[in-house]
C-alpha cells in the first residue's frame, strides 16, 4: 500500500513542474542575484567584476540609511496602526454586533480586495490641493483651517500613506484576529464574568492574555508584509517629496532600472531580504500554527 | 470559520462553576437602547469612513471637467452620463490594459492551480524521504521579496528572447504564486483523512487517477479560495508589471493607471476617475458574490504578508 503513494514516477510527475518552476523562477534568481552584487553593470551593457565594492559603497551611502530608516519606521508605524485598530474592531465584532458583526466585518473588509494602485490615486485627489482641493482639505475648512499641502512635506506624505494603508488594511486585520477572539472558549468568559469581571477589565486581563498568540502572529505577518511596501508608496508619492518617502524596494528599483546599476540593485535588494529573513526567523520562533506543524 | 469545539479547558470550568445562573431577563427597553446607541454611532461613523471614499469616486466619475475645477468636490454630478468611461475605455486605453491584465492573469493562476495542488497532493499524501525538506524550501519561497529575483530574471529574459511579450509576467507570476499554493495545499490535504487514498491504494488506483478522482474533488473549494488569493495578488500586482513590461500596448491595468494621469496632463479628472472606477470594480465584484471564500482565503493567505 504505501509502495503505491510512494510511487516514483507519481511523485515526479506531481512535484516535477511545480519544482521546476520553482527552482529555475525563484530560487536560481536569488543565488544569481547574490553573484550579482559582486559585479558593476547592467543587462544591456555588460557586467564587470568589482568585488565587494557595492557592499563597501552600502557603508557610506546616505540614501540606503535614509530609505532603511523610512522602510523600518514604516513598518513599525503601520504594524502598530493596522494591528491595534484591527484588534480593537475585532473586539467590537465579538463583543458588541456579536451575531449582527457579519455584514459590517465583510464591508469594512472590503478595501483589501482594491488594486492598490487605484486606491492611492484615489487618496491622491483626496488630499489634493492644487489646482483645486481635494475631499480632505474641504473638510478642514468646514473646521476653519487652511489647506494643507499634503504632499509638499515629507512628514505629511507620510502621514497619508499611513491613513491610507491602515484605511485599506485594518478589516482585513481585524477579520484575523476576529477568528482568534472567537476561538476563546465562552466557559472562560462566562466564569470571569460570573467573578465580576466586566467591560475593560475582561478584555485587560481575560482575553488580551488569550489572545496574545494570535496577535503575536498579525504582528509579524504585518512586518513582513510592510517591509516590502512598494506600489502603495510609488503609486501615491512616488518616492517624494525628494527622496523622504523612498522605501528600500523603491531604491533598489531605481538604483537598478533608472540609473542601469545592477550590482548595486542586487546589493539594496540583500538587504532588504536579510531584514525579511531576520522577521521569517522569527515567525518560525513563536508562531504556534500551521507554519510550525510543516517544520515537523 | 467553524464554531469552536468545547475544549477541556471549557468542560472543566462549566463543571467548577456550575449550576450557572442564567442572566437575569432582558432589561427595560429604553435604557438597552440608549446603551447600545454608542455602538451604533461608531459602527456608522467607521462604515462611511470605509465606504464613502469609494461613493465619491463613483460620484466623480460622472462629472465634467467643468464641475471638477469649480464646484466643491463633495458636490453631486449635474446629471449620469458614462461619457468619462467611453474616454477612458478607449482615448485612455483602458480597453487594452484590461485585456492584457487578462491575458496574463488567466495562464498563470491556470499554471499556479495545476501545478500548485499537484504539488501539494504529492508533497503531503504520498509517502517518500525528503518531502519535508522540498516542502520547507517552497516555504522559503514565501519570504523573499520580489526585488531580489527581478534583475536575474530581466537579464534572461531579455536573452531568450521573451522581452516584449506577456510570457515573462505569466512565468513571473507562477513561479511567485506557486509557494504559498503549494504550503496552502499541503494544509488543506493534511485534513482529508489519509485511509480515503490508502483505501483507494487497496482498490487498485494509481496515485494518479487518485489524485484526479479523489484528492482533487475533496478540495474542490480550497483550490477556489486559493485561485481567488492569488487572483488578488497577480491583478493587483505592480512591481512584476511594471519591470517586465516596457512596451505601451502591453501595460497591464495598474501599470496603464499609474501612468493615466501623466497621459491627460493631470487634468482630465473625468477620465481618470472613470478609470479607476473600471479598475476597482472587477475585484469588487467578485468580492461581492465570493466574500467569505476571499475573507478566508487572504487571511489563510497572511503569512505572506
Known sequence: MHSVLGDRKAIVILLGPALLVYSLVMLAPVLWSLGLTLFDGNALFGFDYVGFHNLATLAHDPQILSSLGFTVKYAVVITVGQVLLGYLLSLLYVFALRRASGIVRTLVFFPVVLPTVAVALMFQQMFAIAPRDGLVNELLHVFGVASVDWFGSPDTAFWVIVVMDVWRSMGFYAVLLYAGLVDIPEGILESARLDGANGWRLVRHIVLPLSLPVLLSAVIFSINGTLKVFDSVLALTGGGPGESTTPLTLYMFQTAFTYGDYGYGSTIALVLTMLSLGVTLLVFRSSRNDITEVER | ?305
Open chain 2, 1 to 305: 470559520m467553524s464554531a469552536p469545539a468545547p475544549t477541556s479547558v471549557d468542560l472543566v470550568r462549566t463543571t467548577a462553576t456550575a449550576p450557572a445562573p442564567t442572566p437575569a431577563g432582558p432589561p427595560p427597553r429604553i435604557p438597552r437602547f440608549l446603551r447600545r446607541l454608542p455602538v451604533r454611532v461608531l459602527v456608522a461613523v467607521l462604515l462611511v469612513i470605509e465606504i464613502y471614499p469609494l461613493v465619491w469616486l463613483v460620484l466623480g466619475s460622472f462629472k465634467t471637467q467643468n464641475e471638477f475645477l469649480t464646484e466643491p468636490s463633495w458636490a453631486l454630478p449635474s446629471r449620469i452620463t458614462f461619457d468619462n468611461y467611453v474616454v477612458a475605455w478607449t482615448e485612455g486605453d483602458v480597453s487594452s490594459y484590461i485585456r492584457n491584465s487578462l491575458l496574463a492573469t488567466a495562464p498563470a493562476l491556470a499554471f499556479i492551480i495545476v501545478f500548485g495542488v499537484a504539488a501539494g497532493f504529492a508533497l503531503e499524501v504520498l509517502v517518500w524521504r525528503g518531502r519535508n525538506k522540498v516542502l520547507l524550501a517552497f516555504l522559503v519561497g514565501i519570504m523573499v521579496p520580489g526585488q531580489m529575483i527581478l534583475l536575474p530574471l530581466f537579464t534572461a529574459y531579455f536573452k531568450v528572447g521573451l522581452a516584449g511579450t506577456l510570457w515573462p509576467l505569466i512565468i513571473t507570476y507562477t513561479a511567485i504564486g506557486l509557494p504559498l499554493t503549494v504550503f496552502m495545499m499541503a494544509t488543506y490535504f493534511r485534513a482529508v483523512p489519509r485511509e480515503v487514498f490508502e483505501a483507494a491504494a487497496l482498490d487498485g488506483a494509481s496515485v494518479l487517477r487518485s489524485f484526479w478522482t479523489i484528492g482533487f474533488p475533496m478540495v474542490r473549494n480550497a483550490v477556489l479560495t486559493v485561485a481567488l488569493v492569488q487572483f488578488f495578488f497577480i491583478w493587483n500586482d505592480l512591481l512584476i508589471a511594471l519591470t517586465f513590461i516596457t512596451g505601451r500596448d502591453l501595460r497591464t491595468i495598474q501599470v496603464g493607471l499609474l501612468t493615466f494621469s501623466g497621459e491627460f496632463g493631470q487634468t482630465a479628472y473625468g477620465p481618470l476617475f472613470a478609470a479607476i472606477c473600471i479598475n476597482v470594480f472587477g475585484t469588487l465584484l467578485l468580492y461581492l458574490f465570493l466574500n467569505q471564500q476571499v475573507m478566508k482565503g487572504l487571511t489563510a493567505g497572511s503569512v505572506k504578508g
